[in-house]
C-alpha cells in the first residue's frame, strides 16, 4: 500500500466511525451525536486547523466503544457513570494526529470543570445533561486544580473547544456534513505521513512520543521532537 492508499484507509476507518454515531442520540440533548459534532466543527471555522479537527471528532471516544446495537453513552449516563470517552477518544484519534488535535479532546472534559470553577454564570448555561455529567466527572476544579489545568499544553484550546461544544447542541441548525471536512483532514493526515517518513518511521499511523502524552508539557513535547521523535507505529483498526 502506499503513502496515499493509507492516507485514503486512514480517512475511511475515521469516517466510518464517525458515522456509526449513526441514529445515536447525544446524552438528552435535541441534537444527535452526529449532528452535535458537524455543528461544533462547522462553529470552529475560523480556529486553528487543529481545532476544527478536533471539534469535528471531540466526541469520538463515544462513539469508538459503542458495542453493537446498544448505545454506549447513554447507557453508561443511564448507570450514573462517566466514560471517560475525552480519554479514549484522544488515544483512539492519536494514532493519527498530533497533540494540538488530541490535547483539546483529552481535555475537553477537564475544561467544563475548569470554566464551571473560574467562570461565574457558566454553570448556570449548561444544558441539563451536562450538568449531571458534570457530576459524574468531578464536579467544579478546586483552586489546585485550576492551576494544574491552566499549566497544560493546550489547556487553552480546550477551553476554546468546550465553548464550541456547548454552542453545538442547537436542534433547530444545520451544518455541513463530514464531507466538508474531507481536504483539512487529509492535509493532516498528510503531514503524519510525511513527518513519519522523515523519522524514518513507515504509514500514517502512529501515536505521539509517549513523554509528552505522560507528561502534558509542551516544553517535554518540543523536547522529545528535538531528541528522540520516538513515534509508536499502531496498526490501524
Ligand atoms: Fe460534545
Given at each position: ?7 485514503e484507509?486512514?480517512?475511511?476507518t475515521i469516517?466510518?466511525?464517525f458515522?456509526?454515531a449513526?441514529?445515536m ?20 471555522v475560523?480556529?486553528s ?8 471528532l471531540?466526541d ?13 453513552a447513554?447507557?453508561?449516563?443511564t448507570?450514573d ?16 494526529f ?21 467562570e ?14 458534570l457530576?459524574l ?16 499544553a493546550?489547556?487553552?484550546d ?9 454552542a453545538?447542541k442547537d436542534?433547530t441548525?444545520d ?7 474531507r481536504?483539512l483532514?487529509l492535509m ?8 513519519n ?18 507528561t ?10 528535538e ?7 499502531v496498526?490501524?483498526?
Amino acid at each position: 500500500m502506499n503513502g496515499s492508499e493509507r492516507i485514503e484507509q486512514a480517512l475511511n476507518t475515521i469516517e466510518e466511525t464517525f458515522y456509526a454515531a449513526e441514529g445515536m442520540a447525544y446524552l438528552g440533548e435535541d441534537v444527535t451525536m452526529i449532528q452535535h459534532q458537524l455543528q461544533a466543527g462547522a462553529l470552529a471555522v475560523g480556529c486553528s486547523d487543529a481545532l476544527v479537527v478536533a471539534s469535528l471528532l471531540h466526541d469520538i471516544g463515544h462513539v469508538i466503544g459503542r458495542p453493537e446495537g446498544e448505545d454506549h453513552a447513554v447507557q453508561a449516563l443511564t448507570n450514573d457513570r462517566d466514560a471517560h470517552h475525552d480519554a479514549s477518544g484522544a488515544r483512539w484519534l492519536s494514532r493519527w494526529f498530533a497533540p494540538d488535535v488530541t490535547e483539546p479532546v483529552r481535555l475537553h472534559v477537564a475544561a467544563k470543570r475548569y470554566l464551571v470553577a473560574t467562570e461565574p454564570g457558566y454553570a448556570t448555561k449548561l444544558s441539563e445533561a451536562s450538568a449531571h455529567t458534570l457530576r459524574l466527572q468531578g464536579g467544579p476544579m478546586s483552586p489546585q486544580q485550576v492551576q494544574e489545568f491552566e499549566a497544560i499544553a493546550y489547556a487553552q484550546d480546550a477551553v476554546t473547544l468546550r465553548r464550541l461544544d456547548d454552542a453545538a447542541k442547537d436542534g433547530t441548525r444545520d451544518a455541513p456534513g463530514f464531507d466538508a471536512h474531507r481536504d483539512l483532514l487529509l492535509m493532516m493526515l498528510a503531514n503524519t505521513a510525511e513527518r513519519n517518513s522523515a523519522h524514518g518511521v513507515a504509514g500514517t499511523t502512529a501515536a505521539w512520543c509517549a513523554i509528552t502524552l505522560a507528561t502534558n508539557d509542551r516544553s517535554a513535547d518540543d523536547a522529545c521532537h528535538e531528541r528522540c521523535f520516538r513515534w509508536e507505529v499502531v496498526e490501524p483498526g
